[in-house]
């Protein structure tokens, strides 16, 4: 069974960037989809991007596009969220999350079934 640990989060400004981890243990067996997923206070769980293992293709949210960067480490069973240009509406708990969504389902996170335990990302003005 697939296991996710996040780090990396932490605080920045406005502008700033930084580069969050998932590191999985467990066989990622093809059809696997990690994805990135956030949710910030009083909202529902957002979708942020997504790496299909298998290829390597990605999936971006509209809101993170051209910002935002998924890639992975095979060798490390890592993936990484490099984030650059954050905005204060980014600050949100964001989860790595694995699954083996349809590509029409690939954006939603009810499509994944091993979530990982979240890292804080907090963007100030």
């Known amino acids: 069974q697939v296991q996710l640990i996040e780090s990396g989060g932490g605080s920045v400004q406005a502008g700033g960037s930084l580069r969050l981890s998932c590191a999985a243990s467990g066989q990622l067996y093809s059809g696997y989809s990690i994805a990135w997923i956030r949710q910030a206070p009083g909202n529902e769980r957002e979708f942020v991007a997504a790496?299909?293992?298998?290829?390597?293709?990605?999936y971006y949210a509209d809101s993170v596009k051209g910002r935002f960067t998924v890639s992975r480490d095979s060798a490390k069973k890592t993936v990484y969220l490099e984030m650059n240009s954050l905005k204060t509406e980014d600050t949100a708990i964001y989860y790595c999350?694995?699954?083996?969504?349809?590509?029409?389902?690939?954006?939603?996170?009810?499509?994944?079934?091993?979530w990982g335990q979240g890292t804080q990302v907090t963007v100030s003005s």
């Open positions: 790496m299909r293992w298998s290829g390597g293709h990605t």
């Open positions: 999350a694995a699954g083996r969504p349809i590509t029409s389902a690939i954006r939603s996170p009810d499509s994944y079934t091993t």
